[in-house]
C-alpha cells in the first residue's frame, strides 16, 4: 500500500511526492483456523506480512533477522519498480524509454537488489531482450555509497537469496559471468582479478557482494566527501576503478538551511534577514556577506545574544528531559551521532575522565558542558556500552561537588531531528573525531558550523572540506591523517605504546576500571578497555594525546570571547557551500541528467509550462 507525502519546494510553485510503501496481508483474518479454535494462526498471516515494514533495519545476527532484511530490501524495490512501470503506461511510454523517464539513485547497498530486479521485470514481465534490458538498467541506475566499512557492505548468503529470491539470483549470476567475460580480456592470465571482482565471494560459504552488483550495474558511482571518494577509488573499488575511471566521481553531501538554520535557529535566521536580506534560504552563497560585519561590534553584540539565546533554550531542554541544570554560559561541547566505535565517542570520554582528574588535582579549567546524544544499532554491544560510559561519567560528575560550576556532563535520550532543532543552533564546539579515512562525510558537522560552531576534529569525511573553507585558524584540528595511519598499520600497530607515553589517560583508564563510573562493577567495561589496550582498531591511543593538546587550545581559545564570538560568525559565513541544494544540483546535472521545472510566477505562465 502505498503512502504520498507531499514535499513543497521553497519559494516555486512545484511540489515532489514522496511514496513510502507499506505491508498490508490480503487477507487479514483466517476464519477456518479460528473456528478450529487456534486464535493465534487466524491473525498469524497479518502479522508476518505486516513484519515486513514494521521496523526498519531489524537486528541480522540471527538468521531470522537476515531473511527478514533481505526480504524488506526486495519488497521496497520491487514496488518502487513496478509503480514506476504502471506509470508508464498510463502515460503511454514504451518500456525501453525507462531509462528517459526515471533516474534510480541507490542509497548504499541497501537498495543493490534493484539491479536485479529491474532486469527481471524487463525479460520477464515486459518481453525485453537481455542486452536491451542491461543497456536499460545501467542507463537508469546510480549508485552512493557511504561508508568504507565492510559490516555495511552487505553480503547475502546463497543459500538465503536462493530460497527468497531465486529469479533474481539467477540473474545475478548471468550478469557475473557476462561481467567476468570482460575482466578475463582485460586480465589475460590473472585469474585472482576474478576473485577480487566477482559479484560471488567464494569460500566456504558463498555469498552475493551486493557492493559490486551496485558498482556493475551502475552507470555513475559517487562518494559522499572529497577524502571518501578518494578513498573509494584508491581502495575499496580500485579494480573497479582501473575498468571504469570515468564511472566513479564525488558529490559532497549537504544540508537544507530552511530546516537547520531558518526553522531550527529562528534568532540568527532574523538576524541575518536584518543584515543581507533573505536570499540566502535558496543561495546559501550569500551568507558569505556578512564576513566584513565580524569586525562591526553592534554585529558581534546581536551575534553573541543569538548564540546565548539558543544555549539557554538547550539549558532548559535539558533540563526537562534529564533533571541536569547546566550553566548556559559554560562552553557547550557537544557529539550527537550514530555511536559508533570509529565515531570515538569513547576517545571522547577518556578525554572527559581526564579533565574531570585535572580538575580534582586543583587546574583551573573553563567551565563546560559536554553533551553527547545518538543511538546504537540493536545488536552492536561495543556501542551500547559506550553509552553506558558516558552514562556512567555522567551520573558521577554531576554530583561530585568539586564539578560544580565547573563540569556538567548530559546524555540526551532519544537523539532526533526534533531534538537536533534545539542542538545545533547551540553548539559552540563541535566534536567531529572518527578516525579518519573512516567517516564518509557527516552532516551532523555541516548543521553545527553553519550554526556558528567550531569544529574540534581529524582530517576526515566532509571535515576536511570545512576546514578548507572556514579557515585552519578556525578549526581545531589533531590526530593522524589516513595516509599516516595507513603506514602504521603496515609497520604493525600495537596501542601500548603509544599508552605507555599518557600518564594520564592511563590513569583515566584505570579509574574506569576501578568501577568509580559503574557503582563498584569493575567488570562492567572490561571489554571496552580490553579491546582499547589490547588492539585499538581504531587507534584511539594513536590520537589521544594530540587530541588532549587540541582541547587545551579550545580552552585558550574561549577565554578571548570577543575572538571566539568572530571565528563562530565566520563559519557560518564560510559554510554556503554545505547547502543540500548545491549538493542536488550536482546529481540533476552530473548524474541524473535532469533539467530544474521553469518557475512559474502567474497561472498563465504556470498553464504555458505544463
Request: aromatic share 8%; with cysteine.
Amino acid at each position: 500500500v502505498a503512502y504520498d507525502t507531499p514535499i513543497l519546494g521553497y519559494g516555486v510553485r512545484t511540489a515532489n511526492t514522496l511514496r513510502l510503501w507499506s505491508a498490508h496481508a490480503p487477507e487479514d483474518f483466517d476464519f477456518a483456523s479460528f473456528n478450529a479454535g487456534d486464535y493465534t494462526r487466524a491473525v498469524l498471516h497479518k502479522v508476518q506480512s505486516e513484519t515486513l515494514s514494521k521496523v526498519l533495519y531489524p537486528n541480522d545476527e540471527m538468521e531470522q533477522g537476515k531473511r527478514l532484511r533481505l526480504s524488506q530490501q526486495i519488497f521496497f524495490v520491487s514496488c518502487s519498480l513496478q509503480d514506476m512501470f504502471r506509470i508508464l503506461k498510463g502515460q503511454g511510454i514504451d518500456v525501453r524509454d525507462f531509462h528517459k523517464k526515471y533516474a534510480v539513485q541507490l542509497n548504499d547497498t541497501h537498495p543493490a537488489i534493484a539491479v536485479a530486479e529491474l532486469m527481471r521485470l524487463l525479460i520477464d514481465e515486459h518481453g525485453v531482450d537481455w542486452d536491451t534490458a542491461w543497456s536499460i538498467t545501467t542507463a537508469s541506475i546510480s549508485y552512493t555509497n557511504h561508508t568504507l566499512l565492510p559490516e555495511a557492505l552487505e553480503c547475502w548468503g546463497l543459500d538465503l537469496f536462493q530460497q527468497l529470491l531465486p529469479r533474481q539470483l539467477d540473474i545475478i549470476f548471468e550478469i557475473n559471468a557476462r561481467f567476468l567475460r570482460m575482466v578475463r580480456l582485460r586480465y589475460p592470465g590473472k585469474p585472482e582479478m576474478l576473485e577480487k571482482l566477482s559479484l560471488i565471494q567464494e569460500g566456504s560459504t558463498r555469498k552475493v557482494r551486493m557492493a559490486h552488483l551496485a558498482v556493475v550495474g551502475s552507470h555513475q558511482v559517487n562518494g559522499v566527501a572529497e577524502l571518501h571518494s578518494h578513498l573509494l577509488k584508491q581502495n575499496l573499488f580500485h579494480d573497479f576503478a582501473q575498468i571504469w575511471p570515468e564511472r566513479f566521481t564525488n558529490i559532497t553531501n549537504g544540508v537544507t538551511p530552511r530546516r537547520w538554520l531558518a526553522v531550527s535557529n529562528p534568532h540568527l535566521a532574523t538576524l541575518l534577514d536584518d543584515s543581507i536580506g533573505q536570499g540566502w534560504k535558496s543561495d546559501l552563497d550569500q551568507l558569505s556577506r556578512i564576513e566584513p560585519m565580524v569586525q562591526d561590534p553592534a554585529f558581534l553584540e546581536r551575534w553573541r545574544l543569538v548564540r546565548e539565546h539558543a544555549k539557554e533554550r538547550l539549558a532548559q531542554t535539558i533540563r526537562q528531559q534529564t533533571g541536569v541544570l547546566v550553566d548556559p554560559t559554560s562552553l557547550f561541547d557537544v557529539q550527537v551521532k550514530r555511536i559508533h566505535e570509529y565515531k570515538r565517542q569513547h576517545l571522547a570520554a577518556l578525554q572527559l575522565v581526564e579533565r574531570y582528574l585535572r580538575i580534582r588535582a586543583g587546574e583551573d579549567l573553563p567551565p563546560r558542558t559536554v553533551i553527547f546524544g545518538g543511538k546504537a544499532a540493536p545488536g552492536y554491544a561495543m556501542a551500547k556500552l559506550i553509552i553506558r560510559l558516558v552514562v556512567g561519567i555522567a551520573d558521577i560528575v554531576n554530583i561530585d561537588p568539586a564539578m560544580d560550576g565547573r563540569l556538567r556532563v548530559v546524555f540526551l535520550p532519544n537523539f532526533s531531528v526534533s531534538l537536533g532543532h534545539r542542538i545545533y543552533p547551540a553548539v559552540d564546539l563541535s566534536e567531529q573525531i572518527s578516525t579518519a579515512g573512516m567517516e564518509a562525510s557527516g552532516t551532523g558537522n555541516m548543521k553545527m558550523a553553519l550554526n556558528g560552531a567550531l569544529t574540534i576534529g581529524t582530517l576526515d569525511g566532509a571535515n576536511i572540506e570545512i576546514r578548507d573553507r572556514v579557515g585552519g585558524d578556525n578549526f581545531f584540528l589533531f590526530g593522524h591523517t589516513a595516509e599516516q595511519l595507513a603506514a602504521i598499520n603496515r609497520n604493525g600497530y600495537h596501542p601500548m605504546p603509544w599508552l605507555e607515553n599518557e600518564s594520564l589517560t592511563k590513569e583515566a583508564i584505570d579509574l574506569i576500571g576501578s568501577g568509580h563510573f559503574s557503582e563498584g562493577d569493575r567488570e562492567l567495561f572490561h571489554p571496552l578497555l580490553s579491546n582499547l589496550c589490547s588492539s585499538d582498531p581504531f587507534r584511539v591511543m594513536a590520537d589521544i594525546g594530540d587530541y588532549r593538546r587540541a582541547q587545551n587550545d579550545v580552552d585558550g581559545a574561549w577565554l578571548d570571547r570577543n575572538r571566539w564570538l568572530q571565528m563562530s560568525a565566520l563559519n557560518t559565513a564560510r559554510c554556503g557551500f554545505f547547502s543540500s541544494d548545491r549538493s542536488i544540483r550536482e546529481y540533476a546535472e552530473r548524474i541524473w541528467k535532469v533539467q530544474p521545472v521553469p518557475v512559474a510566477t502567474t497561472r498563465r505562465e504556470a498553464h504555458l509550462a505544463d
